[in-house]
């Protein structure tokens, strides 16, 4: 099995920045990518930003680009999502997915609130 621990939320006001972490542990073999997403109540989950840990490919959800960036640490199996600009409607629980092989991987969440 596959643990990931994501951290680094909380209130922030309108304009600010968050960085959150997600460290995978566990049964670590050969990480295809690792990404961010989110979800707020009565909504589905949708895509933040991905990467893929070979390449360092990434990939954006239009409403971010510009504002979000992923990177990852494949040496420490971490990959980080940098928020910068944030809006009200970034508000929502951010969860960090890793695949490896035909797994997916899912986090606990951490809350991002963007609040004055």
């Known amino acids: 099995q596959v643990q990931l621990v994501e951290s680094g939320g909380g209130l922030v006001q309108p304009g600010g920045s968050l960085r959150l972490s997600c460290a995978a542990s566990?049964?670590?073999?050969?990480?295809?990518?690792m990404g961010w997403y989110r979800q707020v109540p009565g909504k589905q989950r949708e895509l933040v930003a991905t990467i893929i840990i070979s390449s360092g490919r990434t990939n954006y959800a239009a409403s971010v680009k510009g504002r979000f960036t992923i990177s990852r640490d494949g040496a420490k199996n971490m990959v980080y999502l940098q928020m910068n600009s944030l809006k009200p409607e970034d508000t929502a629980v951010y969860y960090c997915n890793l695949v490896q092989g035909l797994n997916s991987y899912w986090g606990q969440g951490t809350q991002v609130t963007v609040s004055s």
């Open positions: 566990g049964r670590i073999g050969s990480i295809y990518a």
